[in-house]
């Protein structure tokens, strides 16, 4: 049976899905200008499914309130099941949450697409990608542009789906199993004000969305070869991801690969015909025999320290970047297919202001002046040194074995000291001890590799494993020569006056009141709203009384539990992601903060570490504190999941009794 044929009363229209050539399709995109749309019932929709026709055909001209007789409900459209999950309250209201589910018999892919876990993320992130093309497509023509009661307006009348960027992510978007396929999308259902517009909801649900379903979701609609490329590639990056520690290496670089973007705000690779491919110095090549793809070669960077240096404008940050997001699989045709690294390698930077809560950072930073002590350090506002010596103690409590650092993005006085200031300032009087001193500690010691994007400071020479030199965008080893230039130059590398020690585990708790007034809601991909009860029911601010979470603002820096208020009155607070340059994704975010709706809930205490293991063995939809399905959150690294928590101010955190 032809897909024409599994959907009723779904038939094949012109361009933009309303018939009449080029000329319709402009007037329909453009023409009437400032005009609300005033759609007629069309006769054929109602074969489409009758029950859902006669329902919205009642609610014409009603007040908004009456969607919600949808709620709950499903319609048989034949080829599909619609479920509505949560209908929105009105017009102005987010979007509702409808669900498509096709039975994979109808679908028709064979277990090959989803045999595996990661084949099933790869062909979702397809699906999902087909069903965003099939929703411009089909709604371009049918949008009224103009006027502020318009289709596209704020009124609704679209459907959407949450869009995947270049990485690969687990997402709730699309799922794909024996079972079949389930698209979660949602809409802004069409009004006029706040009354309802029966057959804009008509067109929408009966016309427009069969055609999406027919186009991007049955596997003889869609450019299988395609996905299949992708399913195949995603599973010889994760393979290659595995491998790594049996070559006893952190990251790969194909040959070939194109590492530069198009611009300073975009993931997609740059395509101008100067772009430099990647290609590994032959004392650095290595090779992977991939399941699908075969033999691949590139540079493998080693465990242990390696320095990528050069003049500036050459291609180190754009390396270390591709290195960084290498923690992720991408699509065919990003450039970096082939840009593999282990998965805990974590970036660390300076954060002038971060928080920090019971953090041990000894092994940096000791004798502070009036005693203070930095076996459990807390501040509410911490300097570049400080912020970077809690972040590389939080990462590895996490569970990170390797650490990112760019020159540029780092404190200076963290970095090195070099000999004049060792003779300046004695080293009893400087209570920073710089990375150079712990770094080969951190790798002999702790097994935690290391990798420097290294421009002005020579001294790292001396504690590198490995030298590579960024020459107009290609990379050289320059790893003897750099020994050389080291014996040739000495310098004095301080020795630290105490071992590295443990990194002790922490005990960690959310306050229920973070969560009572109104869950955590990601606002953008670098920042998570809260919403704080307090006990008069207002915004909180500096004031906030005790009882609830006003208790935290009087507690003093050097506790357990540093200040939650925010900086100005009448503000909501916010959790401040913008240093976790690996978080690629607002639907990360939204799981982030679902996780840390769930810790404030359950009231548990367990370490980090706990918290962060039990988050991974749980599904997206276990993590999603709402009723309905969602379908915008992805997967986090739970590196980056404890890394958040590390920066909630609210967060109590206290040194567990064991330590690992």
Not at 164 to 180: C, F, K
Not at 355 to 368: G, K, Q
Not at 424 to 446: F, Y
Request: positive net charge; hydrophobic residues 35%; glycine residues 10%.
């Amino acid at each position: 049976m032809s897909s024409e044929r599994l959907f009723r009363g779904v038939g094949s229209r012109g361009r933009g899905g309303r018939g009449g050539g080029r000329g319709a399709y402009y007037k329909a995109l453009y023409g009437n200008r400032g005009a609300v749309r005033k759609d007629k019932p069309d006769s054929a929709w109602i074969k489409v499914q009758p029950e859902l026709y006669s329902l919205l055909e009642s609610m014409d001209g009603k007040q908004y309130g009456r969607y919600k007789q949808l709620a709950g409900r499903r319609f048989d459209f034949g080829g599909f099941t619609l479920f509505f999950d949560s209908v929105q309250s009105d017009a102005y209201a987010p979007p509702s949450r409808m669900r498509v589910c096709i039975r994979q018999s109808t679908a028709g892919f064979p277990e090959t697409y989803y045999a595996s876990k990661h084949r099933s993320i790869a062909s979702a992130h397809y699906l999902t990608q087909s069903v965003h093309r099939a929703l411009t497509r089909v709604q371009m023509g049918q949008v009224e542009r103009g006027g502020s009661e318009g289709w596209h307006s704020a009124k609704g009348g679209v459907i959407a789906i949450d869009f995947p960027g270049q990485e690969v992510l687990e997402r709730t978007s699309v799922t794909i199993s024996d079972n079949g396929i389930e698209a979660r999308l949602v809409a802004g259902l069409p009004a006029t004000g706040r009354t309802i517009m029966g057959a804009a909801a008509q067109r929408m649900l009966l016309e427009a969305l069969p055609r999406v379903v027919q186009q991007s979701l049955l596997r003889s609609s869609i450019d299988t070869q395609e996905m299949l490329a992708l399913v195949r590639s995603i599973e010889d990056q994760e393979h290659m991801r595995t491998q790594l520690s049996m070559k006893n290496m952190v990251a790969f670089i194909g040959n070939g690969s194109v590492l530069p973007r198009s611009s300073g705000v975009s993931s997609l690779p740059l395509t101008a015909p100067s772009t430099v491919r990647f290609q590994s110095p032959k004392s650095m090549e290595t090779t992977f025999e991939l399941p699908n793809q075969g033999k691949v070669e590139g540079m493998g960077i080693s465990q242990g320290v390696t320095l990528i240096c050069g003049g500036g404008f050459n291609g180190k940050s754009t390396l270390l970047q591709a290195i960084e997001l290498g923690v992720y699989n991408h699509v065919s045709g990003d450039g970096r297919e082939l840009v593999i690294t282990e998965p805990t390698a974590t970036k660390i930077k300076a954060e002038e202001g971060r928080s920090v809560c019971s953090t041990d950072i000894r092994p940096f930073i000791n004798n502070l002046p009036l005693g203070k002590d930095t076996r459990c350090f807390s501040t509410a506002d911490a300097s570049g040194s400080t912020s970077m010596a809690a972040s590389i103690q939080e990462a590895i409590e996490a569970g990170a074995s390797t650490l990112l650092f760019d020159e540029d993005t780092c404190a200076t006085n963290f970095l090195v000291r070099d000999g004049r200031m060792q003779q300046l300032v004695a080293q009893g009087s400087e209570p920073i001890t710089p990375l150079i001193s712990r770094v080969r500690e951190l790798w002999e010691t702790k097994g935690v590799s290391s990798i420097l994007v290294i421009g002005g400071c020579g001294d790292y020479l001396d504690v590198a494993d490995a030298v590579i030199c960024m020459h107009e965008y290609r990379p050289l080893d320059i790893t003897a020569r750099a020994r050389d230039i080291a014996q040739r130059m000495p310098v004095t590398i301080e020795r630290p006056l105490t071992k590295y020690g443990v990194v002790p585990e922490r005990i960690v708790s959310v306050p229920r009141e973070l969560v009572t007034h109104k869950p955590p809601r990601a606002k953008t991909r670098r920042a998570i709203s809260l919403f704080p009860s307090t006990s008069s029911g207002s915004s909180p601010g500096p004031a906030m009384s005790s009882g609830g979470l006003g208790s935290l603002a009087s507690t003093a820096v050097d506790n357990s539990s540093p200040p939650g208020v925010v900086d100005e009155p009448g503000m909501l607070p916010e959790l401040d992601l913008s240093a976790l340059d690996q978080l690629v994704s607002t639907s990360q975010t939204r799981s982030i903060a679902q996780i840390i709706h769930s810790a404030a809930l359950d009231q548990h205490r367990r370490t980090i570490r706990e918290l962060i293991e039990d988050a991974n063995s749980k599904t997206l939809d276990e993590l999603h504190a709402g009723r309905d399905m969602a379908g915008n959150l992805a997967r986090p690294r739970m590196i980056e999941v404890a890394l958040a928590i590390n920066r909630l101010r609210y967060a109590q955190m206290q040194l567990a009794t064991s330590e690992r």
